[in-house]
């Protein structure tokens, strides 16, 4: 009797251990959230992206840097980042040559925003592509006197509502001073405002060989390339051993299925002996 008792007795107790060795496997086996949150990609009408951008479905720890934001219109399903207050339309993402393809919104309304001003990536992830060229708009210039022959390829378009004693002027020259005679140099030193815009090279090209109004619109409409910078080797590694790149408290971090790592994934094995 005693003898069929304990029988009973172990068997419940292996029972019982086998369930707990099961949940706590199965608990083990399930994947980190921090991986499987960042194992989805932004996506947003035709743009689709991944590390270092975040936004949407990916949570900011999947990102490399907090500025790497993207948000997604729902309506028109356009997607927008923003870098030292400036908003861009994202056009294109060439994860390959990681360059953003971008066009500033202000000017997507035409050539006079409100509150005209620089575009710079200086201390940002970002810089210019190499296929990426400034043109240089000058707001409020006195007009050309009769005397002053202006060059080809200084354009003119008009943001001054009617007003009969000023112009607006824009040149493709990154270089100004070295190629414009001193009295144009003069009157573009006297206008109310200087800003430069990027714009793809060869839609310049067509700038530069018809400086109108409609065309300079159109250059900058179609946008100009941005290249980032973050961590891309790193996550290279992160990615070979089958984690997912974001960052923690500001340092890279390589999200793995069982748990973060600092570089890439290094999953281990449980065992459970157990002997009666």
Not at 3 to 24: D, G, M, N, P, Q
């Amino acid at each position: 009797m005693v003898s069929r008792y304990r029988s009973f007795f172990s068997s419940s107790l292996l029972l019982l251990l086998f369930v707990i060795i099961s949940v706590s496997a199965q608990d083990d086996n399930d994947p980190d959230q921090r991986y499987q949150d960042c194992a989805r990609q932004f996506d947003c009408g035709d743009i689709q992206a991944a590390y270092p951008f975040w936004g949407g479905d990916r949570p900011i720890h999947c990102g490399g840097l907090p500025e790497l934001s993207l948000t997604c219109n729902s309506t028109t399903q356009t997607t927008f980042i923003t870098v030292l207050d400036l908003t861009y339309q994202v056009l294109r993402v060439d994860t390959a040559n990681r360059i953003l393809t971008v066009v500033r919104t202000d000017y997507q309304r035409g050539l006079c925003p409100a509150d005209p001003s620089n575009t710079t990536v200086e201390s940002t992830p970002f810089s210019l592509a190499p296929d990426t060229q400034l043109v240089t708009l000058y707001y409020g210039c006195s007009l050309l006197g009769n005397g002053i022959q202006a060059p080809a390829s200084l354009g003119r378009f008009d943001c001054s509502s009617g007003s009969g004693n000023s112009g607006d002027y824009f040149v493709t020259s990154e270089d100004v001073a070295g190629s414009y005679e001193a009295a144009i140099r003069t009157l573009l030193g006297r206008c109310g405002m200087r800003v430069t815009v990027p714009a793809n090279r060869t839609a310049m090209a067509g700038l530069e060989a018809s400086p109108t109004a409609e065309r300079l619109e159109a250059a900058i409409g179609e946008g100009f390339g941005a290249r980032w910078t973050a961590n891309d080797s790193l996550c290279a590694t992160c990615q070979a051993s089958g984690g997912q790149c974001g960052s923690n408290e500001g340092s890279f971090t390589c999200f793995c299925m069982d748990r973060p790592y600092d570089l890439e994934c290094r999953g281990g094995t449980h065992s459970f002996f157990l002997s009666f």
